[in-house]
């Protein structure tokens, strides 16, 4: 099996590929030739893979911030209740900038999002004012975070 062959979920990687996605996830910054060395492929390879694999969407290689470090005290996950259509309502949270997370969900809520702001006045701001105001949102419950106590992405290619 090559490297990406397509399935009925997206890619089926193979274990080359699952070992170089557990090795970036361990440091994105890690050299392909370390990489290399690690799953038995050449510099060349590795990097060859690794476009392969962000050409696809599988994964992206970026810089993962500390919201607190950069000046974003304020971070809340929203619930939404939508009436009619569920897909435009996602669209729309999707386009605003403070907006870093959304999912269409099943059960009580039709929508989850995470908003990152620097203080309570802008979260109040893209709540009240763009939040809700958006065609179809009927319902937005806003949890405030008080402390982040595990955020990884490291739950590999099982």
């Known amino acids: 099996m090559s490297d990406l062959n397509s399935g009925r979920g997206g890619p089926?990687?193979?274990?080359?590929?699952?070992?170089?996605?557990?090795?970036?996830?361990?440091?994105?910054?890690?050299?392909?030739?370390t990489i290399g060395k690690a799953v038995g492929l050449s510099e060349a390879a590795v990097r060859q893979r690794v476009q392969k694999l962000a050409d696809a969407g599988v994964i992206q290689i970026v810089a993962v911030t500390d919201p607190l470090q950069v000046g974003l005290f304020r971070q809340a996950?929203?619930?939404?209740?939508?009436?009619?259509?569920?897909?435009?309502?996602?669209?729309?949270?999707a386009a605003i900038d403070e907006i870093n997370y959304v999912v269409i969900a099943a059960g009580r809520y039709d929508v989850l999002c995470e908003a990152v702001c620097p203080d309570d006045e802008a979260l109040l701001e893209l709540v009240s004012t763009r939040i809700?105001?958006?065609?179809?949102?009927?319902?937005?419950?806003?949890?405030?975070?008080?402390?982040?106590?595990?955020?990884?992405?490291?739950w590999g290619t099982r």
């Open 77 to 93: 996950m929203i619930a939404i209740t939508v009436d009619g259509p569920v897909q435009p309502v996602a669209d729309a949270l």
């Open 12 to 33: 089926v990687l193979d274990d080359i590929s699952k070992k170089i996605i557990a090795q970036l996830q361990e440091d994105g910054r890690r050299a392909y030739a």
């Open 132 to 154: 809700r105001a958006l065609a179809g949102v009927r319902h937005a419950e806003i949890m405030v975070y008080l402390k982040l106590r595990k955020q990884t992405y490291r």
